[in-house]
């Protein structure tokens, strides 16, 4: 048994603990189909989100402008990952792993049940519970699945993938189920047969949303008993540390990460006002200067941390352009895209199943090759430029594809086309980031980084609330220009990960 794993896995008591996923610690089975669940329900949700707020009042929706919509979107997705510092320091402090899984996925559930009631006051109300919910849980599973194995165990990357895998079964199968409950005329059509209005039909959608998430709760309360030791980490609980002093440090540290992830927050949300917007550029800038004080240091730890700050800015960069899915994409299917399969009509959000399909299907190869390569692999930084290379060549695409709506409705095989470039190049940065940045964090604090590694999905997010502010359905010239110039800006990133990557093998030492 490979370095580190034995240990790590306590056998746990139930069948699916002892179910191997091709060959690895029988602990992934359960944080995979757990995980499976909980992404059914925020990308159930995430499907349905921009489409219910632009939706006219006439057809159950909010009857927001477009602009309105991505700055709630790019919001609301900020919230979600940048609430996984706090949560993940929350784990590694007070409630462990295994606490900090069940009280999110609770807290989670209890938004989607919110965002269900058809008070549109309810809106604002449910998101929130969302992202508080989900940055307790989002830390601490990916910790437990990096617990699983050693420093040295070759299977990392290839256990990453297969989490990832189960990840994006939840995010295919939920647009499909979320998005015929919403925008269907036959759901629509059976709600009124039964005297209900089938204009509340988006909020069955949600409540679907939340049913998937009581079902990943279900599934690691039942199976999760025997892996739930954080990884071979235990929290230190507020009783139970050494002096009083000792925990006051301990909460102090809690409460002003707390209030710092607060007070970010606030800050990013400022820049959307006028007069503000330059704040933007401390997206990429702050990490930039940290990556060079850190890169700096003679210390291998805080060198590590200066790695970590250098992939964070890719992640950035990444996710501002391919969160684009869920808000201009997901327009563009909905007002550009014909949505007809031999004559037979279907939800625009189902388009947004592509992406997780493709994580399905393209997942094991992805898997079987890191495993194959073992330590002939890509190093991090190489994985990473290649993803960036992915996304420029999927807007790249859209160009001309934006360019053809003069015409009309274009094909779907143009979103076909994007989301499969986009999904290889997720698969070069998602989960070999996670496996990173858990060999890369100190053992005393893997929930904190991984809550700093969620910090680029958050000010990525932001970003595409941004760069998705200025959709337009109607100057198919100005939509080529942007998906043009946001394909510049991945290739610019790719370049620069290239050239820097023996610097930045340099600060991560060991980790490759």
Known sequence: M??????????????????????????????????????????????LLVLFMIAPVAEGGLGRSAAEAALVYGNYTMAVYLLAIPGGLAADTFLGARWAVLIGGAIIAAGHFTLAAADPAALYIGLALIAVGTGLFKPSISALVGGLYGQRDTRRDAGFSLFY???????????????????????????????????QSWHWGFAAAGVGMVLGLATFILFGGGIARDGGRRAVPLPAASTATDTRRTLSTLVLATLGTLGLMALIMLSDRPGFEPLRWAYVLVPAAVAVWFGLSRDEEPR???????????????????????????????????????????????????????????????????MKLGDRQPSSPVKFGLALVFLAASFALMVPAALLTFEGEISPLWLVGLFFLQTTGELLI??????????????????????????????????????GSGFTATDPSTLASTFAWQAGIAALAAIAFFVLTPWIKRLMGEVR
């Not at 699916?16 to 159930?44: C, D, K, M, N, Q």
């Open 430 to 467: 998602s989960p070999v980031g996670l496996s990173t940045m858990t060999r890369l964090a100190p053992a005393r604090a893997v929930g904190l980084v991984l809550g700093i590694w969620f910090l680029g999905f958050a000010l990525g997010s932001k970003l595409a609330g941004v760069l």
């Open 2 to 47: 490979s370095e580190g794993t034995e240990s790590a896995h306590p056998h746990g008591r139930g069948w699916l603990t002892e179910i191997g996923l091709a060959g690895h610690p029988p602990g992934l089975s359960v944080l995979f189909f757990a995980e499976l669940w909980e992404r059914f329900s925020y990308y159930g949700m995430r499907a």
């Open 304 to 370: 590590r941390y200066g790695a970590m700050a250098i992939l964070l800015i890719g992640a950035i960069l990444f996710w501002a352009i391919f969160e684009q899915a869920g808000l201009t994409i997901a327009l563009f299917a909905e007002q550009l895209t014909r949505k007809e399969v031999a004559g037979w009509t279907f939800p625009s959000a189902w388009f947004q199943s592509l992406n997780p399909l493709f994580v399905i299907l393209l997942s094991p190869v992805f898997a079987a090759l890191w």
């Open 165 to 199: 895998m189960g990840i994006n079964i939840g995010g295919f199968l939920a647009p499909l189920v979320t998005g015929f409950l919403a925008q269907s005329p036959a759901m629509k059509g059976w709600l009124a047969a039964q005297g209900f209005d089938p204009l």
